[in-house]
Antibody
Framework: QLRLQESGPGLVKPSETLSLTCSVS??????????WGWIRQTPGKGLEWIGS???????YYYPSLKSRVTISVDTSKSQFSLRLRSVTGADTAVYYC???????????????WGPGTLVSVSS | DIVMTQSPDSLAVSLGERATIKCKSS??????????LAWYQQKPGQPPKLLIY???TRESGVPDRFSGSGSGTDFTLTISSLQAEDVAVYYC?????????FGQGTRLEIK
């Protein structure tokens, strides 16, 4: 059974970079049929897709976050990561990693999720 | 972005009764006879769990009391006989066009 687990700091200072890692076990990260994505959740904005990356290096980002986001896959460690630069309080959220069903450059639904990690942006 | 609007925001249903949650998309999510619409269940302190995709295909292991229907812009998630463990927030998500977007959620409680 596929398992995803987020890890990283729970507190980030404003203007700094939020960095999270998702460890994948129980299944291959190098699969043509999936991307590996990040979604965040806040009480105000609900569930918001941040972006997804295929193991081949192809990436897809939410347009309004694209200038600040990098998602990458490390197949040797079976991990993928999120970097969100220049954070503000609006980036405070629960961050989830998830497997994103994918085919022919189309992104579909999320069929497996990590438990989530709360990241607060505060000085 | 395609806007997903769910109704109602919250719903209370008696045990054993039917629960119906609606989801409306701002654009049709139907293409080539497939509706690019998924439903998720989120229990407190847990991540969302995929219930249904392609609007009506139940994910493996999901009880058959959960069903999805609809096409184009209007969709429904139905729980045929509510169980206590179904108390959760339910979300729809479109994957017709990037970026994938979610509804605001519907909170389901026991009456």
């Amino acid at each position: 059974q596929l398992r995803l687990q987020e890890s990283g700091p729970g507190l980030v200072k404003p203007s700094e970079t939020l960095s999270l890692t998702c460890s994948v076990s129980g299944g291959p990260i190098s699969s043509a049929n999936y991307c590996w994505g990040w979604i965040r959740q806040t009480p105000g904005k609900g569930l918001e897709w941040i972006g997804s990356s295929h193991y081949s290096g192809t990436t897809y980002y939410y347009p309004s976050l694209k200038s600040r986001v990098t998602i990458s896959v490390d197949t040797s460690k079976s991990q993928f990561s999120l970097r969100l630069r220049s954070v503000t309080g609006a980036d405070t959220a629960v961050y989830y990693c998830a497997r994103h069903v994918y085919s022919g450059h189309y992104l579909f639904h999320f069929d497996s999720w990590g438990p989530g990690t709360l990241v607060s942006v505060s000085s | 972005d395609i806007v997903m609007t769910q109704s109602p925001d919250s719903l209370a249903v008696s045990l054993g009764e039917r629960a119906t949650i609606k989801c409306k998309s701002s654009l049709s999510v139907l293409y080539d006879n497939k509706n690019y619409l998924a439903w998720y269940q989120q229990k407190p302190g847990q991540p969302p769990k995929l219930l249904i995709y392609w609007a009506s295909t139940r994910e493996s292991g999901v009880p058959d009391r959960f069903s999805g229907s609809g096409s184009g812009t209007d969709f429904t998630l139905t729980i045929s006989s509510l169980q206590a463990e179904d108390v959760a927030v339910y979300y729809c998500q479109q994957c017709y066009s990037a970026p994938p977007t979610f509804g605001q959620g519907t909170r389901l409680e026991i009456k």
